[in-house]
């Protein structure tokens, strides 16, 4: 059965696409899912990002596992303090206790982070 979750997760290079060098940068989480989604990627090569993925039980739960992705889970989970570490300059002093809280604080300066 597939879910589509967050998950924080780290970016690496690809040096055999021959496309733009941004371009080249590729979710960890991506290994872990039939279709991925970045709203926006990091800057660093090995920078964090959220990205949305449809996955099943069984990704989950190898993803769970990799030092390179935090689950974050649906909107109506907590955020791990990790998510709030990687986003803290843009979500401010507020208090996050659900995901969806920390994604419509992203989406006033990028819409990409609301429900599709």
Known sequence: MSVKVWMLSQFYVDDSLEIHPRSQMH????????????????????????VKVTTDHE???????DSRIVYVGTPWNAPPAKMLEVY??????????M???????LAETEPLYLPQ
């Open 27 to 50: 979710p960890v989480a991506h290994d872990y899912a039939d279709e991925d989604h970045t709203p926006v990627r990091p800057i660093d090569e090995d920078g964090w990002a959220l």
């Open 59 to 65: 990704r989950i739960a190898l993803a769970k596992q």
């Open 88 to 97: 803290a300059d843009k979500l401010g002093s507020d208090t996050y206790s």
């Open 99 to 105: 995901v969806g809280q920390v994604l419509l604080k």
